[in-house]
Nanobody
């Protein structure tokens, strides 16, 4: 019931910033925890950040904590990931995802809806 359309991504130098956006549609959007994942070549999908229904609580992978910020605007049905102080190891395809409705703290396998992905490349 949730359709996600991502935008953003691109090529930046180390230390630079990038903002990813995700436009969501569906009647249950406000009850879905939203998250960002990434997948680097040859590696498995990795959790990056998550945000609860109201946006009051956020969660981050240790590797991005203090550098990335996830936010949501339920009135506009959007989720964003602000990425600062980017490092070459941040290079990956980034995916926006929506968890099953009413889940408070979803695990990786409880995200059922996914965007198309957007490439982020950080050069040194």
């Amino acid at each position: 019931q949730v359709h996600l359309v991502e935008s953003g991504g691109g090529l930046v130098q180390a230390g630079g910033s990038l903002r990813l956006s995700c436009a969501a549609s569906g009647r249950t959007f406000s009850t879905n925890v939203m998250g960002w994942f990434r997948q680097a070549p040859g590696k498995e999908r990795e959790f990056v950040a998550g945000i609860t229904w109201s946006g009051a609580n956020t969660y981050y992978a240790a590797s991005v904590k203090g550098r990335f910020t996830i936010s949501r605007d339920n009135a506009k049905n959007t989720v964003c990931l602000q990425m600062n102080s980017l490092k070459p190891e941040d290079t990956a395809v980034y995916y926006c995802a929506a968890a099953k409705p009413w889940i408070i703290y979803p695990g990786k396998d409880e995200y059922d809806y996914w965007g198309q992905g957007t490439q982020v490349t950080v050069s040194s």
